[in-house]
């Protein structure tokens, strides 16, 4: 059983801390939305779908006010890697089920955001996984993903997974993992795949997913806000 864990993830870091890690970013984009945290999800081209799960972010985001000390804001962002807006948002998702292609120019930004002390989370929905490597590759030809260990402290930070990863979603019978890429030993790009997050964080009737796996997929993306944003 999955069981909170009181631990040094308090919410009422987050704030302080991002500011301070963003302190040479952009924050004076769309006021509305500095009144508590937000997710922003990427809209990228080459044709994948990056608007996939749509419920999936608002229902995050609801979980995350109900089971932790984070103010959120009343839903998620939408942002291109070229808007002015990027550097306001501590925290970039990405999802879809076909190609990522990023410009010559969203790569320098993406880069300068990561660089910066920003965060990117990629949740595979099947059908990204080339694409998407090959952009991050583009990113950082130096770096590559690495498996976080199943006692990595992502996976008790705020919820306990002895286990690691949960499986959401079963598309080709692989083993669901957390690959990361670092700066130092910073997470600056979390790769989730075979797991398909996303799906589980969408509303109950979409996929007709038990709850204790819409709860897993649940507690295992606040796990994911509560690192980011704390270390």
């Given amino acids: 059983m999955i069981e909170p864990q009181q631990t040094r993830c308090h919410a009422v ?20 939305r500095t009144a508590g945290f937000t997710i922003a999800r990427v809209q990228y081209d080459g044709g994948g779908d990056w608007y996939s799960d749509p419920s999936s972010l608002p229902n995050l985001m609801s979980f995350l006010g109900e089971q932790t000390t984070i103010i959120v804001a009343q839903g998620p962002a939408r942002v291109h890697l070229d808007d002015e807006e990027l550097f306001s948002f501590p925290y970039l998702y990405m999802t879809g089920h076909g190609n990522v292609h990023l410009t010559a120019p969203q790569v320098d930004r ?4 990561l660089d910066a002390g920003g965060f990117l989370h990629a949740d595979d929905n099947y059908g990204m996984d080339e694409s998407f490597r090959r952009e991050m590759k583009r990113l950082y030809p130096s770096k590559s993903f690495v498996e976080l260990p199943i006692d990595h402290g992502l996976f008790n930070c705020h919820f ?21 890429l670092f700066d130092g ?7 989730t795949y075979e797991t398909d ?35």
Wanted: glycine fraction near 6%.
């Fill in 197 to 231: 997050l996303g799906d589980g964080w969408e509303d109950a009737h979409i996929h007709n997913d038990p709850e204790i796996t819409r709860q897993a997929a649940l507690r295992m993306g606040t796990n994911i806000v509560v690192w980011a944003l704390t270390h």
């Fill in 110 to 113: 993406l880069r300068h955001y």
């Fill in 13 to 32: 870091l987050v704030f302080a801390l991002l500011v301070y890690l963003l302190s040479g970013l952009r924050v004076d984009a769309q006021p509305e």
């Fill in 160 to 180: 306990d997974f002895p286990l690691g990863l949960p499986k959401i979603h079963e598309h080709d019978g692989k083993r669901p993992q957390a690959l990361a």
């Fill in 185 to 191: 030993d910073r997470i600056i790009v979390l790769y």
